[in-house]
């Protein structure tokens, strides 16, 4: 019966369309394109970083602070390559810091994510059902993690079944690790066995892969600092100089030296600043 109502999706009637809400998603399931990548990627940072935010809020936001900035700045130095790098700036910072709520929200979740399994094991040492056990672990769970447990809960409690229910759980948190807890409890609910030793384990195995991520950011602090001002210090310096002396730039792209100069030191930035962002990605991931 649950199969069934899970596979029916919900349709609008004319006395309650306004119930239901177009779910706001820039990237489509179908297409490849490289475009198509980096909306697919806007919406998993949206959606993980549980900002609570329309896409198109932060897009807008992002919009008006560009604005805002290039705006200021040109009336202030009548520069357009110091706007237009301080309208970047502006422009890029909702996003930047949508992806550092992202990462303070995903670390939190796993320090959480022990002991709830340890407490999801306690509670299947009592002989309730998984479904019972869940709902009583997401009732004790504090958020950020108890919300996305609470978010499962309630669709079972509308008639998914338990793997229909947990299988968004990873693409919600953007967490590889909940995948191994979704599994777990997917094959023990048709298969059956020890649950208990199971989660048991996992519960330690999460906790060791805790302590060597903490001890390699120990070891790697200085070289991410490095590469973070790596990438601070040229906007930094260009900045300074603009400042500073606000025809610095109009001299250097009088000539065609130093516009072919300029723009390879751009291009070879923007390579290197992306390089050294999916090193730093890679590094941290859990």
Same mark, same amino acid.
């Given at each position: 019966?649950s199969a069934?109502?899970?596979?029916?999706?919900?349709e609008?009637l004319s006395?309650?369309?306004?119930?239901?809400?177009?779910?706001?998603?820039?990237?489509?399931?179908?297409?490849?394109g490289?475009g198509?990548?980096?909306?697919?990627?806007f919406d998993?940072?949206? !959606?993980?970083?549980g900002?609570?935010?329309?896409?198109s809020?932060?897009?807008?936001m992002? !919009?008006f602070?560009?604005v805002?900035?290039f705006g200021?700045?040109f009336?202030?130095?009548?520069?357009?390559?110091?706007s237009?790098l301080?309208g970047a700036?502006?422009a890029v910072?909702?996003?930047i810091?949508?992806?550092?709520v992202?990462q303070?929200?995903q670390?939190k979740?796993?320090?959480q994510l022990?002991?709830?399994i340890?407490?999801l094991a306690?509670?299947?040492?009592?002989g309730?059902?998984?479904?019972?056990?869940?709902?009583?672990?997401s009732?004790?769970?504090p958020a950020? !993690?108890?919300?996305e447990l609470m978010?499962c809960?309630?669709?079972m409690k509308?008639?998914?079944?338990?793997s229909l229910?947990?299988q968004?759980?990873?693409?919600?948190?953007g #967490?590889?690790?909940?995948n191994? !807890?979704?599994?777990?409890?997917t094959?023990?609910q048709?298969?059956g066995g020890?649950?208990?030793?199971?989660?048991?384990r996992?519960?330690?195995? #999460?906790?060791?892969?805790l302590?060597?991520f903490g001890?390699?950011?120990?070891?790697t602090?200085?070289?991410?600092w490095?590469?973070?001002?790596m990438?601070a210090?040229v906007?930094?310096?260009v900045?300074?100089f603009?400042l500073?002396d606000?025809?610095?730039?109009p001299? #250097?792209m009088?000539?065609s030296?130093?516009?072919?100069?300029?723009?390879?030191a751009?291009?070879?930035q923007? #390579?290197?600043?992306?390089?050294?962002?999916?090193?730093l990605?890679?590094s941290q991931?859990n």
């Amino acid at each position: 019966m649950s199969a069934i109502l899970s596979s029916k999706p919900i349709e609008r009637l004319s006395d309650f369309a306004g119930i239901l809400r177009d779910q706001e998603v820039f990237g489509s399931e179908e297409d490849t394109g490289f475009g198509n990548s980096i909306n697919s990627w806007f919406d998993k940072l949206m !959606l993980q970083s549980g900002m609570g935010v329309a896409p198109s809020m932060l897009l807008a936001m992002s !919009l008006f602070l560009g604005v805002v900035g290039f705006g200021m700045t040109f009336i202030i130095q009548e520069n357009m390559l110091t706007s237009l790098l301080v309208g970047a700036m502006g422009a890029v910072a909702p996003v930047i810091t949508a992806v550092f709520v992202r990462q303070r929200r995903q670390k939190k979740m796993m320090q959480q994510l022990p002991a709830m399994i340890d407490e999801l094991a306690r509670a299947a040492k009592t002989g309730r059902s998984i479904e019972q056990c869940w709902e009583l672990v997401s009732h004790d769970t504090p958020a950020p !993690l108890g919300d996305e447990l609470m978010d499962c809960n309630r669709r079972m409690k509308m008639g998914d079944d338990l793997s229909l229910a947990l299988q968004a759980l990873p693409h919600r948190t953007g #967490i590889i690790t909940l995948n191994i !807890l979704v599994t777990t409890l997917t094959v023990h609910q048709q298969t059956g066995g020890d649950l208990v030793s199971v989660l048991e384990r996992l519960s330690q195995t #999460i906790r060791d892969r805790l302590l060597f991520f903490g001890r390699l950011r120990a070891a790697t602090v200085g070289a991410r600092w490095t590469a973070i001002m790596m990438l601070a210090l040229v906007p930094f310096i260009v900045v300074f100089f603009s400042l500073g002396d606000p025809e610095y730039f109009p001299k #250097i792209m009088a000539s065609s030296m130093g516009r072919m100069a300029t723009i390879t030191a751009i291009v070879f930035q923007m #390579i290197g600043t992306g390089w050294i962002l999916r090193i730093l990605h890679n590094s941290q991931r859990n």
